[in-house]
């Protein structure tokens, strides 16, 4: 069973979706789902630090990913750029998150979302992400 961690993520990763096929606000979103979804499995901080603070760093983010990508990321499936969005945040702005468990919970959310191979795409993206942005973290594995 997935911890409260993995469920904000999990619940993260659809508003996310929401937000970037929408527009619409965040913080509209995020009440949306704290709402009606079945938040008591999840931790609600971390939910809404998800779903507010990804959006306001989406820029750097996408900075960061766009080299590691095979193609411009308007043309990644809008399920795998939020999954590669929230990876992304918590490999540069949460260092206190074991970059390999960062890219097990993405990994585990494009298999449960993503496109049948998405995964894998996710996998090879948030690896090459975390060699940059973690570099002592990654030569100690």
């Known amino acids: 069973m997935p911890g409260k961690r993995s469920w904000a ?11 970037q096929m929408t527009g619409q606000e965040p913080a509209i979103i995020a009440n949306e789902f704290l709402a009606d979804q079945d938040l008591l499995k999840a931790d609600p901080e971390y939910f809404r630090e998800l779903v507010h603070e990804t ?29 590669l969005r929230i990876g992304g945040y918590e ?6 998150i074991a970059y390999r468990i960062v890219i097990n919970e993405a990994v585990e959310l494009a298999k449960l979302f993503g496109a049948e191979q998405g995964h894998r795409f996710v996998n090879g993206v948030l690896d090459k992400l975390a060699h940059v942005a973690r570099p002592a973290e990654c030569a100690r594995r």
């Open 9 to 19: 993520r999990r619940c993260a990763a659809q508003a996310l979706y929401q937000w």
């Open 55 to 83: 959006p306001k760093c989406v820029a750097e983010i996408d900075a960061a990913l766009e080299p590691f990508l095979d193609r411009p990321l308007v043309q990644v499936d809008p399920v795998e750029q939020a999954i």
């Open 91 to 96: 490999l540069i702005q949460r260092p206190d």
